[in-house]
């Protein structure tokens, strides 16, 4: 059993409200990520983290960032959200190393009016 | 944002038959290859993974195939219980890339 949380689970909220995902891990892996699903569709990496003070961009264009201060936290943020940032954020950690297998945490649905 | 009335792949099969999905993927720099459920509402869960020096490995009531040759990777189920309704995604990742996933197979299993 994985031990990643994601808080909020759910979240409603307006138009050009900033948000903070928060993710947690207590493995101690230094490697972190955050996907967006949608519905019935196959997962897009938004970013991820090597270790502290490590931030990169994955595949998808994302109009949110990522701070990495701590091993254990890795927090997303939408400055100002939108309807089109309606989806399922999921966050996941990694040791370090290739082929590392990636724990997921239950994510965070996000509405946004 | 978010895409409404796209269907997966559905896979539907009777308690205790035999299950086998199947992933297609286009990297041949890939090496290692991960199978993970999702059950509606969580997030993905590991369930079994290879490294392209194995062509077969097994877990318990999971088998995976890896086919370098054609680029095909297959989960093969045991005895399908109720419980393995899910969508299953394969994941792949060469040198010290980062995972890509596939689109996922919904698995339906009846009574």
């Known amino acids: 059993e994985a031990d990643i949380y994601q808080t909020p689970r759910y979240l409603v909220i307006g138009t050009g409200k900033k948000i903070t995902l928060e993710c947690s891990q207590t493995m101690g892996h230094d490697k972190m990520y955050w996907y967006q699903q949608d519905p019935g569709m196959e997962l897009h990496l938004i970013h991820y983290s090597y270790g502290v003070n490590s931030t990169e961009k994955g595949d998808l264009s994302s109009e949110s960032t990522v701070s990495r201060i701590r091993t254990e936290h890795f927090p997303l943020t939408l400055e100002s959200a939108r309807p089109s940032h309606t989806s399922q954020y999921l966050c996941a950690s990694s040791e370090r190393g290739h082929g590392e297998t990636q724990y997921f945490g239950p994510g965070t649905r996000l509405l946004v009016l | 944002g978010e895409s409404v009335g796209l269907h997966l792949p559905t896979l539907s099969v009777q308690e205790g038959d035999n299950s086998i999905i199947n992933c297609a993927y286009s990297?041949?720099?890939?090496?290692?290859f991960i199978w993970y459920k999702q059950e509606s509402g969580k997030g993905p869960q590991f369930i079994i993974d290879i490294r392209s020096n194995m062509d077969k490995r097994q877990g318990q009531r999971v088998t995976v195939l890896l086919n370098k040759t054609v680029k095909h990777l297959s989960l093969q189920i045991a005895a399908t219980q109720p419980g393995d309704s899910a969508v299953y995604f394969c994941?792949?990742?060469?040198?010290?890339?980062?995972?890509?996933f596939g689109k996922g197979t919904m698995l339906l299993v009846s009574p």
């Open positions: 990297n041949s720099a890939s090496d290692y």
């Open positions: 994941a792949e990742t060469g040198g010290y890339s980062t995972l890509t």
